[in-house]
């Protein structure tokens, strides 16, 4: 994109639907557990995610963003991947929450340990459950993937720096 001194942008139409795409992501709204009322509670007055240009949606024809919010049990995992299926592409996956990520605290024969053994999941967020400020970081994530797709990079996610030893605050 690039801007003249006379005030016109001059771009491209990929890089207009690029914008577009990741600037209106419209979620499918599938709360199964706790972690759906903190999902809630992110488009509500007080977070907004409408602001963002996020509108949860009812059906996933209407949707590019599928958001697992909660335990996903095996009887509702063949639900789980015909509502993924029938999004219209592009589409993207957001697992929130221990449970969705990992099975949780239900180590069972009747949890699934992981939404992306049955649909891939493109990012992650952790908490039990986790805060709306997390569900918007998990979203802002998802932009900057799709932004990265676009431009052909390659999107890693910010390296956490683990302490190697502690050391006394000084004086």
Known sequence: MAMTNSGIILTTVEEVLSWA???SLWPV???LACCAIEMMHTAASRFDTDRLGIIFRGSPRQSDVLIVAGTVVNKVAPMLRLIYEQMPDPKWVIAMGGC???GGPFPTYATLQG???IIPVDVYIPGCPPTPQALLWGILELQKKIKAKKEGKEFTEIPIKVPQESKPISK
Request: charged content about 35%; overall charge positive; glycine content about 8%.
């Open 29 to 31: 709204s599938v709360g």
């Open 115 to 117: 939404v992306d053994r």
């Open 21 to 23: 795409r990741r600037n």
């Open 100 to 102: 969705a990520s990992a």
